[in-house]
């Protein structure tokens, strides 16, 4: 059983900078692939980016490759998602994720999900 908990969100104007935080429960944090994920109103929740358990492979959609970058630091059982130039349209809830099965790649699969936290980017 895995908890997250992820913290940083915040309210950021057009083409600044924010860092957001999953901290994990559990002492095997380092075997989970972690992802990030994002819903925004009215919309499904999509796939922002991903981690291999063991850090140096990374997955990102499209829409914030250049942007966002995720990494971790297994010592300290937190993944975080380093977020520049933002936009209005990254304005969204964004969630953490773990799974222990399944390649960083595959954007399915994750069992744990956190209570997610609110960005928002004005204009």
């Known amino acids: 059983q895995v908890q997250l908990v992820e913290s940083g969100g915040g309210l950021v104007q057009a083409g600044g900078s924010l860092r957001l935080s999953c901290a994990a429960s559990?002492?095997?944090?380092?075997?989970?692939?972690m992802g990030w994920f994002r819903q925004a109103p009215g919309k499904e929740r999509e796939f922002v980016a991903a981690?291999?358990?063991?850090?140096?492979?990374?997955d990102y959609a499209d829409s914030v490759k250049g942007r966002f970058t995720i990494f971790r630091d297994n010592a300290k059982n937190t993944v975080y998602l380093q977020m520049n130039s933002l936009k209005p349209e990254d304005t969204a809830v964004y969630y953490c994720?773990?799974?222990?099965?399944?390649?960083?790649?595959?954007?399915?699969?994750?069992?744990?999900w956190g209570q997610g936290t609110q960005v928002t980017v004005s204009s």
């Open positions: 981690i291999s358990w063991s850090g140096p492979n990374t």
């Open positions: 994720a773990a799974k222990l099965r399944g390649a960083y790649y595959i954007s399915s699969g994750y069992d744990y």
């Open positions: 559990g002492r095997t944090f380092s075997s989970y692939t």
